[in-house]
């Protein structure tokens, strides 16, 4: 809990990453499934396999790749694969956009 904006380099270092390449921000949370993401998201393979599917979306309508998401995700995920990480990661995201209006 609470602000980790004076670690922010040293996190980023921890995770290989480095200020100004590409990420606005890094969002550190532990409860919930955030682990597995994690765990998903550190390995650079992964990682990069993961932002090329979510890339693959941006033509599609976001409410319909929503619920489609949804549906095929309901109750498990599969294993925490690229795929399913990044399913996950769009239905949360959505899920939250949508209730504070933004979505």
Request: glycine share 12%.
């Given at each position: 809990?609470?602000?980790?904006?004076?670690?922010?380099?040293a996190?980023l270092?921890?995770?290989?990453l480095r200020?100004?390449?590409?990420?606005?921000?890094v969002?550190l949370?532990?409860?919930?499934?955030?682990?597995?993401?994690?765990?998903?998201?550190a390995d650079?393979?992964r990682c990069?396999?993961?932002?090329?599917i979510?890339r693959g979306?941006?033509?599609e309508?976001?409410?319909?790749?929503?619920e489609?998401?949804?549906?095929?995700?309901?109750?498990?995920?599969d294993?925490?694969?690229?795929?399913?990480?990044?399913a996950?990661?769009y239905?949360t995201?959505r899920t939250?956009?949508?209730?504070?209006?933004?979505?």
């Amino acid at each position: 809990m609470g602000s980790k904006r004076g670690y922010a380099v040293a996190i980023l270092g921890a995770m290989g990453l480095r200020c100004g390449i590409g990420a606005d921000s890094v969002l550190l949370c532990d409860a919930g499934p955030w682990a597995h993401v994690w765990a998903v998201l550190a390995d650079e393979t992964r990682c990069h396999e993961v932002a090329s599917i979510l890339r693959g979306w941006a033509d599609e309508d976001p409410r319909e790749l929503w619920e489609r998401l949804r549906e095929e995700h309901r109750g498990e995920w599969d294993g925490w694969s690229a795929a399913g990480t990044a399913a996950w990661l769009y239905v949360t995201q959505r899920t939250v956009s949508q209730q504070e209006g933004a979505g």
